[in-house]
């Protein structure tokens, strides 16, 4: 699995948090709880309204000695709407029909997008920053602000989340950089084969969301999964979590659970072989939880 590591040069752990749908205090309490755990790539986004909760922790755990901001991976993302205004403003941005779009400029909206998130989190940097969906007519010009934005300093690591091979081929088209992650689905049931495999040629890292919802929903049963569960003596959602990690991808398990957040890190003592891999993969159904794309489900 590709690499990445947090601001004070460590390599950070081939599984990450999910967050959503925490705030305030709550998330306060799980990042801290995932962090002590061993967890440090925490991923939001600008309307999961969590951000600030995330720099509430932050906030805490410098000032109690245990971590600093240079020892976390802090990920958010460049929505369509903004969960800092109360207003319903889905679509506002990075729609042509909408008149906010016309009285400014793609870099404007990104540029303060960005410091909303900076001043949410509490943080001079992001790890970081993801573009949510491949907004039609839009997606390549915020992908040349993102571009500067990390020859800035500002952010570390630049990506995307919900794109396909075409997407990406476009921004490599339009400016010789790919992107250094994409978070999108994948699961058992809908294993993503020939994405992985691109974002692999262009050295980007697939992070996996919502890597345990086809288990919490019943469309995975445990059944198939018995035998490895016993060999490992692992659950079923470590032996989901753990084929990601042997594909080579990221998975970023979010849980309010306190035993589940250990149980979901507790994956990186044990490694399955080709065959139990394939196995897995064997699972699929090509099924697609989400719509990656509400705006442009064609392109
Ligand atoms: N980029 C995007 O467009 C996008 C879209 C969706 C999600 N995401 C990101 O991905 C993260 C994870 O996705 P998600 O929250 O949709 O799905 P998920 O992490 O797969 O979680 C699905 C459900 O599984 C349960 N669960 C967690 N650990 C478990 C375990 N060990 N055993 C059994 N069940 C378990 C959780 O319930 P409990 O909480 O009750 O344990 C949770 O509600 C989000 O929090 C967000 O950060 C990104």
Redesign the pocket.
């Known amino acids: 699995m590709k690499k990445l590591t947090t601001k004070n040069g460590k390599s950070i752990p081939p599984i990450g948090l999910?967050?959503?749908p925490f705030e305030g205090r709550v998330m306060a309490n799980v990042v801290k709880s995932a962090v002590e755990l061993g967890y440090r790539l925490i991923?939001?986004a600008d309307d999961y309204r969590g951000e600030s909760g995330i720099g509430l922790a932050i906030k805490e755990m410098q000032a109690e000695g245990d971590y600093k901001r240079g020892d976390l991976f802090i990920q958010t993302?460049i929505s369509d709407n903004n969960a800092h205004v109360d207003e319903p403003l889905s679509g506002v941005f990075f729609n042509p029909k909408s008149k906010f779009m016309q009285r400014h400029t793609v870099e404007e909206i990104v540029r303060e997008k960005v410091e909303t998130s900076l001043s949410e989190l509490g943080t001079n940097y992001l790890d970081s920053l993801l573009i949510?969906y491949p907004f039609p007519e839009y997606f390549v010009d915020i992908w040349k602000v993102m571009i500067e934005l990390k020859k800035e300093g500002l952010v570390r690591y630049i990506g995307v989340?919900?794109f396909h091979e075409r997407h990406i081929e476009m921004l490599i088209k339009e400016t010789k950089e790919a992107p250094e992650i994409n978070?999108c689905y994948a699961s058992p049931i809908g294993i993503k084969k020939r994405l992985i495999e691109y974002c692999d040629s262009c050295n980007c890292l697939f992070m996996t969301?919502?890597?345990?919802?086809d288990?919490?929903s019943g469309r995975i049963t445990e059944e198939p999964l018995t035998s490895m569960m016993a060999k490992y003596k692992k659950?079923a959602?470590q032996i989901i979590l753990r084929w990601n990690i042997e594909r080579g991808c990221m998975p970023?398990?979010?849980?309010?659970?306190p035993k589940?957040l250990k149980?979901?890190f507790d994956v990186l003592d044990f490694s399955m072989d080709e065959k139990e891999v394939a196995y897995i993969s064997s699972l699929n159904i090509d099924y697609q939880y989400?719509v990656e794309s509400k705006i442009c489900p064609g392109i």
């Open positions: 999910g967050t959503f991923d939001t993302k949510h989340s919900n978070e969301y919502s890597p345990l919802m288990l919490a659950s959602a970023l398990p979010k849980t309010q659970t589940r149980e979901n989400l």
